[in-house]
């Protein structure tokens, strides 16, 4: 079983940019994909980014190539989102999530562990 703990949301200027950072618990975080989604007012939850246990695969939603970078550091148990040319409608709640070890995937069915969510806002 893995913890996650979001952080760094916040409001931004559109084209700014923010670094979100997911921390895990437990010493088997190595052995987790760890994916990012978001959802947005009156929308269905989607899939942002992936990265898996070993950091050797990810993958992007068509709307953030480009834009977002996933990146892990397994010495410290923490994944981060880099959002660079932020825009309006990347304002979402962004969540953390894990599905269970040795597994990847890019679908919100995939994954097992939810961290709580942090709130990002894009204003024009």
């Known amino acids: 079983q893995v913890q996650l703990v979001e952080s760094g949301g916040g409001l931004v200027q559109a084209g700014g940019s923010l670094r979100l950072s997911c921390a895990a618990s437990?010493?088997?975080?190595?052995?987790?994909?760890i994916g990012w989604f978001r959802q947005a007012p009156g929308k269905e939850r989607e899939f942002v980014a992936a990265?898996?246990?070993?950091?050797?695969?990810?993958d992007y939603a068509d709307s953030v190539k480009g834009r977002f970078t996933i990146s892990r550091d397994n010495a410290k148990n923490t994944v981060y989102l880099q959002m660079n040319s932020l825009k309006p409608e990347d304002t979402a709640v962004y969540y953390c999530a894990a599905p269970e070890r040795w597994k990847y995937g890019t679908r919100e069915f995939d994954y097992k562990y939810w961290g709580q969510g942090t709130q990002v806002t894009v204003s024009s």
């Open positions: 437990g010493r088997t975080f190595s052995s987790y994909t």
């Open positions: 990265i898996s246990w070993s950091g050797s695969s990810t």
